[in-house]
């Protein structure tokens, strides 16, 4: 049976639109719940809400840098998910966090608490194929689908059965390396979109690099959207607010509605 995330995606998709999914760092700041409503409302799909952790291996320095200022302020799953209780953001809302939080937890209460905060979508980037039947089983169960990864380096016969377990949607990676801004889209992203494309008709979305509405246009040519992270958090880390958020995601709606 096909979840909120994905069937909120696809529905979106089949209407014609391309997919965009901006994220935040939860409790970056005291209205980041309101930075999230403004980010809905102003065209987002769905929306990435990382979980901060003392050291993202995935991260580059922006997001590293949120994660450092949350966890300043405080900010623990816990009170991450006790501010996200309760609220209807209007979009589906996607975890984004480390196993190592996952297994301190333990797979089934951390699916059952992000099931109880209103997340229905998980993305745990270092947590490998091999072992993640544990953490796939739990999150099913609880009602949360998890998001897995594709690379430009995933082979064919693998990337084929990461596309098969992988729920809500397929996050391509469209480079190697760490998140960051970046000047260009790598070619590398278009390859990997396609080949995902290819093997799954489940939502594709390339992610890593994107920060200019351009940028989202042409990394969404071949897939079916993109997810913007640091272009979006170097703007609130500035001391931006929900305004500025909105009119940051409202920039790319319009160049993907275009």
């Known amino acids: 049976m096909t979840?909120?995330?994905?069937?909120?995606?696809?529905?979106?998709?089949?209407?014609?639109?391309?997919?965009?999914v901006p994220y935040i760092t939860g409790g970056l700041s005291a209205d980041w719940c309101e930075v999230l409503r403004a980010m809905a409302d102003a065209g987002a799909d769905a929306i990435e809400v990382g979980i901060p952790?003392?050291?993202p291996v995935m991260?580059?320095?922006?997001?590293?840098?949120?994660?450092?200022?949350?966890?300043?302020?405080?900010?623990?799953?816990?009170?991450?998910?006790?501010?996200?209780?309760?609220?209807?953001?209007?979009?589906?809302?996607?975890?984004?966090?480390?196993?190592?939080i996952v297994h301190k937890a333990g797979d089934a209460r951390f699916a059952g608490e992000l099931a109880a905060?209103?997340?229905?979508?998980?993305?745990?980037?270092?947590?490998?194929?091999?072992?993640?039947?544990?953490?796939?089983a739990a999150s099913a169960?609880?009602?949360?689908?998890?998001?897995?990864?594709?690379?430009p380096v995933t082979p064919d016969e693998r990337l084929a059965r990461i596309c098969e377990r992988s729920r809500g949607f397929v996050y391509a990676v469209s480079r190697m390396g760490i998140t960051g801004e970046r000047v260009d889209v790598a070619a590398s992203a278009g390859v990997i979109a396609k080949r995902t494309k290819a093997v799954t008709d489940k939502p594709v979305l390339v992610g890593f690099g994107i920060s200019t509405p351009e940028q989202a246009v042409e990394a969404a040519a071949d897939a079916d959207g993109v997810v913007v992270a640091s272009a979006l958090m170097r703007i609130l880390l500035d001391g931006g607010g929900p305004e500025e958020a909105a009119a940051f995601v409202s920039s790319f709606r319009s160049a993907l509605d275009a």
């Open 3 to 20: 979840g909120y995330l994905e069937s909120t995606l696809r529905k979106n998709r089949e209407g014609g639109r391309k997919l965009l």
């Open 53 to 55: 952790f003392s050291d």
């Open 59 to 100: 991260d580059g320095p922006t997001i590293q840098a949120a994660s450092a200022r949350a966890l300043a302020r405080g900010t623990t799953p816990v009170s991450l998910f006790e501010d996200l209780t309760g609220i209807d953001a209007g979009v589906p809302l996607v975890a984004m966090t480390y196993d190592n």
């Open 117 to 136: 905060a209103g997340i229905c979508g998980a993305i745990i980037p270092d947590l490998p194929l091999e072992e993640s039947a544990s953490w796939e």
């Open 141 to 151: 169960a609880a009602g949360v689908e998890a998001v897995l990864l594709v690379a």
